[in-house]
């Protein structure tokens, strides 16, 4: 089990890296450097959103998911010095939070929510379309979570159990090792930026790190809290970096967090005030902002 922990944990990064990469450098072609940790949690977001609109078509089964890592590997093989482009770690800070969740992952049980409809959602991903009229079951089927959909597409059939448990610590692991990578307290400049991320990384440390109580509600607050990293350092540490790609980011990453949990929906707030707030400038520069 321990293998198959480790081994998976670094298989499904190397997919969220990857997406991100891809959306980021290709789809999007942004100017603006984003680093690993960056890169794999947008990855990450851009997997989540897009797995229920494959689930429409295909099954999000073992078939593709090798298909999926099949044409990673190929775009690694011809594209080595784009892939490790981005790749500057604090290797302290990686290995230990890195090796920590998975002895979390290893050592945890499952949430209370897995028996009662978590785990039929994702069985049903996974071996058949978007199935229509579940809520005749049950209310909670028919509104599943993006979540859920994503535990489908991050896991293999031989190890599903194991597979939520790596998701579940590969989100926990990203947020958290990007929060005490960016800290710096000795620098005066942005101050307040590396205080609030000290803050925040104790907060997840003492509330977050038990991955038993990873339903729904925890990946969402974690993501909401890279939302917040995110609107602070590239829209108001970094005034340089207030442009069309980063609003795009910034909605994506809200529109994702209301998908795993509808109460979120207030979250919109925020790309709506920062649109409102830079309407001029951005009109000015890319009349994109108004799609």
């Not at 980021?24 to 990855?43: D, P």
């Not at 429409?56 to 089964?61: K, T, V």
């Not at 590969?170 to 090792?177: D, E, K, N, Q």
Request: net charge positive.
């Amino acid at each position: 089990m321990m293998t198959t922990v480790f081994f998976h944990s670094l298989l499904f990064l190397f997919i969220s890296y990857s997406h991100g990469l891809l959306f980021l450098k290709k789809l999007l072609k942004t100017k603006t450097y984003h680093n690993f940790l960056e890169t794999s949690i947008i990855g990450l977001l851009i997997t989540l959103t897009i797995s229920p609109l494959i689930n429409f078509f295909i099954p999000l089964n073992d078939i593709f998911l090798m298909f999926n890592l099949l044409f990673l590997f190929i775009f690694f093989i011809f594209n080595k010095k784009f892939f490790f482009e981005r790749i500057k770690l604090n290797n302290k800070v990686f290995l230990i939070v890195f090796f920590l969740v998975i002895l979390n992952i290893y050592g945890s049980g499952f949430s209370d929510d897995l028996d009662h409809y978590h785990y039929g959602s994702i069985t049903n991903s996974d071996e058949m379309n978007l199935i229509w009229g579940n809520s005749f079951l049950h209310s909670l089927y028919g509104t599943s979570s993006i979540w859920l959909t994503g535990h489908s597409y991050f896991n293999f059939d031989y190890s599903r159990l194991i597979d939520i448990h790596v998701l579940n610590g590969l989100i926990l692991f990203l947020v958290l090792s990007l929060f005490l990578s960016e800290i710096n307290l000795s620098k005066k400049k942005n101050l307040f930026f590396n205080k609030f991320l000290f803050i925040l990384s104790i907060f997840i440390i003492i509330k977050y790190t038990r991955i038993k109580e990873f339903g729904i509600d925890r990946p969402a607050i974690l993501i909401f809290c890279f939302l917040i990293y995110y609107y602070l350092k590239f829209f108001l540490v970094s005034q340089n970096n207030r442009n069309f790609d980063n609003y795009i980011i910034l909605s994506l990453i809200s529109i994702t967090i209301i998908s795993i949990k509808i109460i979120y929906l207030p979250i919109l707030f925020l790309p709506f005030f920062v649109f409102f707030k830079q309407i001029k400038k951005n009109f000015k520069t890319n009349y994109h902002f108004l799609f």
